[in-house]
């Protein structure tokens, strides 16, 4: 089992950034890759970044150039840097451990409690 614990939202103006964190404990040699997800009200769950161990990453198109997704993989750590925020980006963010194979991440063992992440126009 990896817990994961979040930090790091708020509520910004447009045009603002933010920084998200997320620790995993546990059983964290289970895993090698994690993730950002993020649910705005009425609408399903979408997939904003993904990190592999070995540094692969992978962007939502709406993000794309904005947020930056890093790890520490001796801290077990992953951040998202969130630039040029848009009302749009207003959502819970959740941060997620899982796998990378052949390219592509799969998600949905473990989650974190999510962070509101407000931005005003």
């Known amino acids: 089992q990896v817990q994961l614990v979040e930090s790091g939202g708020g509520l910004v103006q447009a045009g603002g950034s933010l920084r998200l964190s997320c620790a995993a404990s546990?059983?964290?040699?289970?895993?090698?890759?994690m993730g950002w997800y993020r649910q705005a009200p009425g609408k399903q769950r979408e997939l904003v970044a993904a990190i592999s161990s070995g540094g692969n990453t992978n962007y939502a198109s709406s993000v794309k150039g904005r947020f930056t997704i890093t790890r520490d993989n001796a801290k077990n750590t992953v951040y998202l840097q969130m630039d040029s925020l848009k009302p749009e980006d207003t959502a819970v963010y959740y941060c997620?451990?899982?796998?990378?194979?052949?390219?592509?991440?799969?998600?949905?063992?473990?989650w974190g409690q999510g962070t509101q992440v407000t931005v005003s126009s």
């Open positions: 546990g059983s964290t040699s289970s895993i090698n890759a």
């Open positions: 997620s451990a899982g796998t990378y194979y052949k390219s592509s991440y799969y998600f949905g063992g473990s």
